[in-house]
């Protein structure tokens, strides 16, 4: 069972604590840690914002083995989720982006896809409450801290996220492996828009298909299944962003 009361890692931890839009309540470290530049800006950063650590025996970190936590643990609130209006009500000068996830079941893959995201400039990330990984320790510690620097919106209805988006004048692009369009036939950079991926096995569900604007494939060269869908994430994102920066 994941633990989505920790952070878990000095990377992860110390993003957190420069980013500061989570709610620490407190850092376990080992006594047998290596002191190092990372450990040291942890406690800085701690004693800054009043977060309390304590150095504890090594047996206090058994309910944690199946992390690789390097001795290190960090004991949170609860991710902080953006609401759906105030992003869609947020004023910005340029194009936003962004993505909706439709039964991601992996939370490695979760993290790996909010770490493309951010690395790609994407406004926003949505997840349904239901039927979607939820953020935990292994996102967290997958995103390597990158969740810390893209708003997280949780919704009820992803059908009702995609209409409201497109009443507010979003474009919709679903990745289907059945479409008739490539992925870089689309002309993203004037427009905001909304990219939906669905996991490998399932795909983007029939109602959100209803809903997109555009639908678009990743050519393949051999009869393979598919790409990871952070993989295929990947791809068409940073598409995205090339034709933003040639614009």
């Not at 950063?45 to 090594?58: D, N, P, S």
């Not at 390597?144 to 497109?166: D, F």
């Not at 983007?204 to 050519?219: E, Q, R, Y």
Request: charged letters at 20%; hydrophobic letters at 45%; a positive charge.
């Amino acid at each position: 069972m994941q633990d989505t009361g920790i952070i878990y890692g000095k990377n992860s931890i110390l993003e957190a604590l420069i980013a500061n839009n989570r709610e620490i309540n407190k850092i376990l470290i080992s006594k047998n840690i290596h002191s190092d530049q990372k450990l040291t800006q942890i406690k800085d950063l701690a004693r800054e914002y009043g977060i309390v650590f304590q150095f504890v025996a090594k047996e206090k970190f058994l309910p944690y083995s199946q992390y690789n936590h390097q001795g290190i643990i960090a004991q949170i609130s609860p991710v902080k989720y953006m609401d759906l209006d105030e992003f869609i009500n947020a004023k910005s000068e340029t194009y936003r982006s962004v993505v909706v996830l439709d039964g991601i079941e992996d939370s490695h893959n979760l993290g790996a896809i909010i770490r493309t995201c951010v690395c790609a400039g994407v406004s926003a990330i949505i997840i349904p409450a239901r039927r979607n990984v939820q953020v935990n320790s292994t996102v967290e510690k997958t995103s390597a801290g990158a969740i810390n620097h893209i708003p997280i919106i949780k919704v009820n209805s992803p059908v009702n996220a995609i209409q409201r988006l497109k009443n507010s004048d979003w474009w919709v692009v679903a990745a289907d492996a059945n479409a008739k369009d490539n992925y870089y036939d689309i002309k993203y950079h004037d427009m905001n828009f909304a990219l939906i991926m669905g996991a490998e096995h399932a795909g983007v569900s029939k109602s959100l298909l209803k809903l997109a604007d555009f639908t678009v494939k990743i050519p393949m060269q051999n009869n393979f299944n598919s790409l990871n869908v952070s993989n295929a994430l990947a791809a068409i994102i940073f598409e995205t962003l090339r034709q933003k920066l040639k614009n």
